[in-house]
């Protein structure tokens, strides 16, 4: 091959395949190019139009009955520990200092998912330069997705967690292409209030520190970057776990981690045969006759219901079930307890509780637990999104109170309560999965990682985001729409980028093969040279 083909088949890779930005352009020129300008103008429009429509049809807000209240209840009383993270009980507190309204809330954590969204979707344009077929594609499921808009009408952290979510992920790309300290400084805050709002955020500092680390950021400011958002999360939880040293004698981080551990032991411990069953020691052996008992007793589905569910979060919830009756009885002495000392004071022996039951019956926990589990996550069920309010037409007192309504009586302009327009996202994100992760392999089969070093690093980290999540819902949690909206988004996002970089290579090599032009090593390599000049020129 001549040296004119070989620079011929340069330049057509880097145009053809996923063209990077160039080092000198800033991301505001690049939005207010006339094009990017127009289709943003677009959409903020029909953000506006269309929420406006939806609060015709949603005028109130919509509620757990049971995680809403309790938001409300932290918010109202500023509480510092709770049976959930406190992170958006503290943000409604914060929002009631200029406004009680729920429309008000609702238009904020629509605009805060959108605008996060958006923030992604522009970043992607910015440095991958997607085909404009596949960026008005992008555009269309951020602006017009309905689960944006049932999600920030919820009084829930589900929303607020998304679209914290969205902002640090789009700040790791920034972190990775161009980094400084501005970016470090806002991914610092915007992963402190992530890690305040959902456990699931848990895993949100070691992915931070690692961006931080690989980045092209001097070595001092690396350590600055990495240090301050550590030292954040690791205050935050000294402070929680010192709360709840003092309430309930025990050092502790997270109460409900233990409840969870017990509940989801429980979903396999409940097909062990008591003719099999193992001895326990002896400070389980008070609550395991009892579970066993529960166990014996409910073996009929048709008087216990709740016993056909797999993989719920049903025996940490139910105050008639074992683990609320045993709470009960270790308590029935002490009338003075609060709640939330009875349940906090139950975490530890419930943890180790659980863990003992797993590590004797792993095969059960697996068959029972874990696959049920990893179905939810493949297709996560619709769960309290699938009707309004809970599929009620009331709310508490202190929903009432706290936003300033006339009854506790609350409604909407559609003929039932009832929620359709989300239906197809269970099969959607089980299709997303599984062409989110053939499109990996064919990523790495046409060398990608080696040819789009830049684009490699969003896949990378992508799909590492994608894969901690798996794991965490799977062992770890309970899978659910509203749970899985921030790596359903993502994953999703980047399906669609996958899709292009393989669509344009595959028009790459029908070139090639028209021009007779094979493959050769040495593009390869000259391909991520270029990648990488145009990435470092910028810091230069």
């Not at 943000?91 to 605008?115: C, E, H, I, K």
């Not at 039932?416 to 992760?437: A, W």
């Amino acid at each position: 091959m001549g040296f004119n083909t070989c620079k011929h088949l340069f330049a057509m890779s880097d145009k053809t395949i996923i063209p990077t930005v160039a080092p000198q352009e800033s991301f505001k020129a690049f939005l207010l190019q006339n094009d990017n300008r127009i289709l943003l103008r677009i959409a903020l429009a029909v953000i506006v139009v269309q929420f406006a429509v939806f609060k015709y049809f949603y005028p109130y807000a919509s509620y757990i009955h049971g995680d809403s209240f309790v938001y409300i209840n932290i918010a109202s009383h500023n509480t510092d520990i709770d049976a959930y993270m406190v992170g958006y009980g503290r943000f409604l507190r914060l929002f009631s200092v200029f406004t009680n309204s729920d429309t008000a809330l609702a238009a904020f954590q629509y605009l805060l998912l959108q605008g996060g969204a958006l923030f992604l979707m522009y970043t992607l344009f910015f440095f991958y330069r997607l085909g404009r077929p596949v960026q008005l594609m992008l555009l269309g499921f951020i602006v017009l997705n309905p689960l944006f808009l049932y999600l920030s009408n919820l009084v829930s952290s589900d929303g607020l967690f998304l679209g914290l979510s969205l902002y640090w992920f789009t700040l790791l790309l920034w972190t990775l292409h161009r980094p400084s300290m501005l970016v470090v400084w806002w991914l610092t805050f915007i992963l402190f209030g992530a890690f305040t709002v959902r456990y699931n955020a848990l895993i949100y500092p070691v992915i931070t520190a690692v961006v931080v680390l690989i980045s092209t950021l001097p070595v001092r400011k690396k350590i600055v970057g990495i240090a301050l958002g550590m030292l954040l999360c690791g205050l935050f939880v000294l402070y929680t776990a010192s709360k709840y040293k003092a309430l309930t004698g025990i050092w502790q981080y997270s109460p409900f981690s233990g409840w969870l551990m017990a509940n989801n032991a429980m979903y396999a411990y409940r097909y062990v045969d008591s003719a099999t069953r193992k001895p326990v020691p002896l400070r389980f052996r008070e609550l395991d006759n009892m579970v066993r008992t529960y166990f014996d007793s409910s073996r009929d589905v048709k008087t216990h219901p709740i016993e056909q569910m797999m993989a719920s979060t049903v025996y940490m919830w139910s105050p008639g079930l074992t683990l609320y009756q045993y709470r009960n009885k270790q308590f029935k002495n002490d009338t003075a307890a609060a709640e939330l000392k009875k349940w906090a004071s139950m975490g530890p022996l419930y943890k180790a509780y659980g863990l003992y039951i797993i590590q004797q019956y792993p095969l059960y926990y697996a068959r029972y637990f874990l696959w049920p589990n990893a179905n939810k996550y493949y297709a996560p069920p619709v769960e309290f999104l699938a009707a309004y309010n809970s599929g009620n037409d009331w709310v508490l007192p202190n929903a009432q109170q706290w936003f300033g309504y006339k009854s506790t009586k609350v409604g909407t302009r559609t003929k039932d309560l009832h929620i359709t327009l989300l239906d197809f996202y269970p099969i959607t994100s089980g299709i997303i999965n599984v062409v989110m992760l053939c499109g990996l392999v064919c990523f790495a089969l046409l060398n990608g990682f080696r040819m789009q070093i830049l684009y490699r690093k969003g896949i990378i980290l992508a799909g590492s985001i994608w894969v901690s999540n798996a794991g965490f819902t799977i062992f770890a949690s309970s899978a659910a729409l509203r749970f899985q909206a921030f790596p359903l988004i993502l994953t999703s996002v980047f399906t669609f980028s996958l899709i292009d970089y393989l669509w344009k290579i595959g028009k790459q090599e029908q070139r090639a093969g028209a021009r007779n032009i094979g493959p050769n090593t040495a593009d390869l390599h000259e391909t991520e040279l270029t990648a990488v000049r145009q990435e470092t020129a910028f810091k230069r």
